[in-house]
């Protein structure tokens, strides 16, 4: 591949990796009141066997490079989904894998990484986007990028596939933003098939950097010490990469923010009402559409539940206080 990704791509990646990701379903969230003019649907990601959508852009990757990583190994760098998913394929594969995590990730997820068999390097969250490819230079390990790789964006438009065959009168898809590979992915599967949904990107307010990227039109980086105030560990990326960012530019209707109250709001809802276990980062989606409604189109809105990896402390905490 080269340039945009292409929907030619991502039914390509359908078609590779359809035996290993789930076909997740579309849950309708039926409580009252909703306003019967703007349904909500819940595309439920968390439901992967590894919990999150990631495994379907980093199979598609490892897919494509599985030679050289049978030979060399694979190495990555991630918060948590992208490593659970990374290391659940290394060992269905009997692949080697090395993943970078930055030592602020939950406990629970660099438990589960090492589980699953991975040797995982800690850093400081500085060093997270960079440690990765210092060892694939010093090893040889083939580099599966959690966000910025044609590969990997072509794998998590499936998910867009998806929403339009299970919802075909969908007007509005709503994405949670981190490097951007998810609503790249997304919104170029929707957009060439039925450009007029609209496809909405959100992200938490403490770390809105693609939420400025997208208004000044120019590619913005915040400080990790900004973005990583936010509950929403998944969602801590200081910039949304170079790829995706060209996706976005082309075929992203919006980018909003949610608060971390109306975060932790949604992650309640979806357990009690929906009965949906969410992390943080799988909420705001879902957040957009229970605290800022009146910005959504009329008709259906399906909001991506993208990982239901939550520290189970945190969990209990949320739903203790609210």
Same mark, same amino acid.
């Given at each position: 591949?080269?340039?945009?990704?292409?929907?030619?791509?991502?039914?390509?990646?359908?078609?590779?990796?359809?035996?290993?990701?789930?076909?997740?379903?579309?849950?309708?969230?039926?409580?009252?009141?909703?306003?019967?003019?703007?349904?909500?649907?819940?595309?439920?990601?968390?439901?992967?066997?590894?919990?999150?959508?990631?495994?379907?852009?980093?199979? @598609?990757?490892?897919?494509?490079?599985?030679?050289?990583?049978?030979?060399?190994?694979?190495?990555?760098?991630?918060?948590? @989904?992208?490593?659970?998913?990374?290391?659940?394929?290394?060992?269905?594969?009997?692949?080697?894998?090395?993943?970078?995590?930055?030592?602020?990730?939950?406990?629970?997820?660099?438990?589960?990484?090492?589980?699953?068999?991975?040797?995982?390097?800690?850093?400081?969250?500085?060093?997270?986007?960079?440690?990765?490819?210092?060892?694939?230079?010093?090893?040889?390990?083939?580099?599966?990028?959690?966000?910025?790789?044609?590969?990997?964006?072509?794998?998590?438009?499936?998910?867009?596939?998806?929403?339009?065959?299970?919802?075909?009168?969908?007007?509005?898809?709503?994405?949670?933003?981190?490097?951007?590979?998810?609503?790249?992915?997304?919104?170029?599967?929707?957009?060439?098939?039925?450009?007029?949904?609209?496809?909405?990107?959100?992200?938490?307010?403490?770390?809105?950097?693609?939420?400025?990227?997208?208004?000044?039109?120019?590619?913005?980086?915040?400080?990790?010490?900004?973005?990583?105030?936010?509950?929403?560990?998944?969602?801590?990326?200081?910039?949304?990469?170079?790829?995706?960012?060209?996706?976005?530019?082309?075929?992203?209707?919006?980018?909003?923010?949610?608060?971390?109250?109306?975060?932790?709001?949604?992650?309640?809802?979806?357990?009690?009402?929906?009965?949906?276990?969410?992390?943080?980062?799988?909420?705001?989606?879902?957040?957009?559409?229970?605290?800022?409604?009146?910005?959504?189109?009329?008709?259906?809105?399906?909001?991506?539940?993208?990982?239901?990896?939550?520290?189970?402390?945190?969990?209990?905490?949320?739903?203790? @206080?609210?």
């Amino acid at each position: 591949m080269s340039g945009l990704v292409t929907l030619t791509d991502i039914e390509a990646a359908r078609d590779r990796c359809k035996e290993v990701f789930f076909r997740t379903p579309l849950v309708p969230f039926l409580p009252d009141p909703i306003p019967q003019s703007k349904r909500l649907m819940l595309k439920a990601e968390s439901l992967q066997p590894t919990g999150a959508f990631k495994l379907r852009g980093a199979f @598609n990757k490892i897919a494509l490079s599985l030679p050289q990583a049978r030979e060399h190994g694979i190495v990555a760098h991630s918060s948590g @989904n992208h490593a659970r998913a990374v290391a659940w394929i290394a060992r269905s594969l009997d692949l080697k894998a090395v993943i970078v995590m930055p030592d602020t990730t939950p406990d629970a997820k660099v438990a589960a990484t090492l589980a699953l068999g991975a040797e995982v390097v800690m850093v400081t969250p500085d060093e997270r986007d960079t440690r990765a490819f210092e060892l694939a230079a010093e090893h040889g390990y083939v580099p599966i990028p959690p966000y910025d790789d044609e590969s990997i964006i072509a794998g998590q438009g499936t998910v867009g596939l998806e929403i339009l065959e299970d919802a075909p009168g969908v007007s509005t898809v709503v994405v949670p933003v981190s490097g951007g590979g998810l609503i790249a992915g997304i919104s170029t599967a929707i957009k060439s098939v039925s450009p007029h949904v609209r496809v909405i990107g959100v992200e938490p307010s403490l770390a809105a950097d693609a939420r400025e990227s997208f208004t000044t039109g120019v590619r913005t980086a915040w400080e990790a010490s900004h973005t990583y105030r936010t509950i929403a560990d998944g969602l801590r990326t200081t910039c949304v990469g170079e790829l995706p960012w060209r996706q976005i530019q082309k075929y992203v209707d919006d980018i909003i923010t949610v608060s971390e109250d109306e975060i932790r709001d949604s992650v309640r809802r979806l357990a009690l009402e929906a009965r949906l276990v969410a992390e943080p980062s799988g909420a705001v989606a879902a957040a957009a559409y229970f605290h800022h409604a009146d910005g959504l189109a009329e008709g259906t809105t399906v909001a991506v539940v993208s990982g239901g990896n939550v520290d189970p402390s945190l969990f209990v905490d949320i739903l203790s @206080n609210g």
